[in-house]
């Protein structure tokens, strides 16, 4: 009845991450990437969150980035000097998979949380290197704005690997 790949659990990993935006000319354009070195080398599979229930990357059976957002931290009050961003998944041997993305920032607004597209990520989280970017359309804050990133990705794990989290 217990197969080897059905999912147990689900365990929440959480995270964030802070890049600084320079500041710019009316006219400058911040296209591509924002720079959160941090959150484009992160591996799941040695998140604490997995290490503390012994899961390993054989054990997920699914992930899904369920949370993404962004915060203006200081400088600008808001993130209204951007204007679309898409957060791509990628790795060796698999397409880029669009996960995220937000097309408002509103003025007034030092939040903004990104919608999600519950696509499952699990063979670029267990493969050997999982990049994550980021393509932004905006124009540089009038001042070095610190944007904060903050994500939480929900991790299904197998009955195996919870039967091994018993031993």
Known sequence: VLG???TLT???VSGDTKTTVEQGTIVEDLVGELGFSDFVTMDLTT???LQNQNVKPGDISSAVLTDFGLEAVSGADDLSFMESMDLSVEAESLPALRIAFATAF???EATV???TTGSDITNYVTSRAMTLGTDVTAHRPEEDTVVRAYWTVTVGVTTQGAVSNLD
Do not use: H, L, N, T
């Open 106 to 108: 509103p003025a007034g």
């Open 47 to 49: 998140a604490e969150e």
């Open 10 to 12: 689900e365990i929440a």
């Open 113 to 115: 949380d990104f919608q």
């Open 4 to 6: 080897c790949d059905v």
